[in-house]
């Protein structure tokens, strides 16, 4: 069971370099999810999907733009990265409770 | 808006003893739901047990429990015969029961650390 997969693992970006971070499950959740660890913190939603074809903004939208692609696809893109958004991204996935977690993209910005 | 609070940054505790984990929520919405996730040094999140606020019983799965006290609005989790492996942080959680997005509150999580 593959579950949550995300990818990349790890990535270094410059300042103002663009990135997109990839999310797919295998689950068939209708509702998907992009949330932003930083160090010693709780995660924070970016952005979410209830279902395929609706996206809504979360606690921390700003500087992130996000495509449903399909049921299984929810990608986050990073326009013009800062180092403000260095941290560890992580994908979720539901049908009603609760939500399964991929293991993260660890994203640092110089 | 709803807010989770752990207030216990840390702990230690010996190996096949108990531990609770406190959380604290704060919510104007009648209908929702309570969560505990792992997080080990490896990075991924666990889910590991859920409670629903209409739900008569504490909710439990194997050595973790959910201490659900919904007049003091608290849903402490304990782990029972601690193991070297639970050494990890927990985050308590909580939504809006709604049809679909059921958007996660996370707190700011607790650091625990079992001793041998």
């Known amino acids: 069971n593959a579950g949550v997969t995300q990818t990349p693992k790890f990535q270094v970006l410059k300042t103002g370099q663009s990135m997109t971070l990839q999310c797919a499950q295998d689950?068939?959740?209708?509702?998907m999810y992009w949330y932003r660890q930083d160090p010693g913190m709780g995660l924070r939603l970016i952005y979410y999907s209830a279902s395929e074809g609706t996206t809504d903004k979360g606690e921390v939208p700003n500087g992130y733009n996000v495509s449903r692609l399909n049921k299984r696809e929810f990608s986050l893109r990073l326009e013009s990265a800062a180092p403000s958004q260095t941290s560890v991204y992580f994908c979720a996935s539901s049908v009603g409770q609760p939500q399964h977690f991929g293991d993260g993209t660890r994203l640092s910005i110089l | 808006a709803q807010k989770i609070t752990q207030t216990q940054p840390g702990m230690f505790v010996q190996e096949k003893e108990a531990v609770t984990l406190d959380c604290t929520y704060d919510?104007?919405?009648?209908?929702?739901?309570l969560f505990w996730y792992k997080q080990p040094s490896s990075g991924e999140m666990i889910f590991l047990i859920y409670?629903?606020?209409?739900?008569?019983q504490n909710a439990t799965e194997g050595r973790y429990s959910l201490n659900f006290q919904k007049a003091r609005k608290s849903a402490n989790l304990v782990i029972s015969a601690s193991q070297l492996g639970d050494s990890a942080m927990y985050f308590c959680a909580m939504n809006k029961i709604k049809a679909a997005g059921n958007k996660l509150t996370f707190g700011g999580g607790t650091r625990v650390l079992v001793k041998p």
């Open positions: 409670q629903g606020s209409y739900d008569q």
């Open positions: 919510t104007s919405d009648p209908s929702y739901g």
């Open positions: 689950m068939n959740h209708n509702s």
